[in-house]
Nanobody, 125 residues
Framework: QLQLVESGGGLVQPGGSLRLSCVGTGRTFGYFAVGWFRQAPGKEHEGVACISIRGDSTVYADSVKGRFTISRDYAKNTAYLYMTKLQPEDTARYYC??????????????????RGRGTQVTVSS
């Protein structure tokens, strides 16, 4: 079983930046593609970004393209989501998910067998 723990969320002003981390333990994290998702109150889960097993391919939702960057560090068993130019509509609980699948088409979260509990991001002045 792969355990995922997110961190790095918090309160940030509009236009600000945050970097979220997702640490995987229990199984070899490098065998999995990693996706980041978010869910705002009253809204559906939204796929934000995905990075492939090898780390050579990334996919982004249109809503974050050009503002968010997903990356991973195999030595640290960690995936990151660097978020810039944050806006109030980015406010949500962000969580990561991992599984052995391709990132093409930004797979929905129910395709992933491993998910973390998330970290809250609030964008407000």
């Amino acid at each position: 079983q792969l355990q995922l723990v997110e961190s790095g969320g918090g309160l940030v002003q509009p236009g600000g930046s945050l970097r979220l981390s997702c640490v995987g333990t229990g199984r070899t994290f490098g065998y999995f593609a990693v996706g980041w998702f978010r869910q705002a109150p009253g809204k559906e889960h939204e796929g934000v970004a995905c990075i492939s097993i090898r780390g050579d391919s990334t996919v982004y939702a249109d809503s974050v393209k050009g503002r968010f960057t997903i990356s991973r560090d195999y030595a640290k068993n960690t995936a990151y989501l660097y978020m810039t130019k944050l806006q109030p509509e980015d406010t949500a609980r962000y969580y990561c998910a991992a599984d052995n699948l391709p990132c093409e088409g930004l797979p929905p979260d129910n395709w992933y067998g491993n998910r973390g509990r998330g970290t809250q991001v609030t964008v407000s002045s």
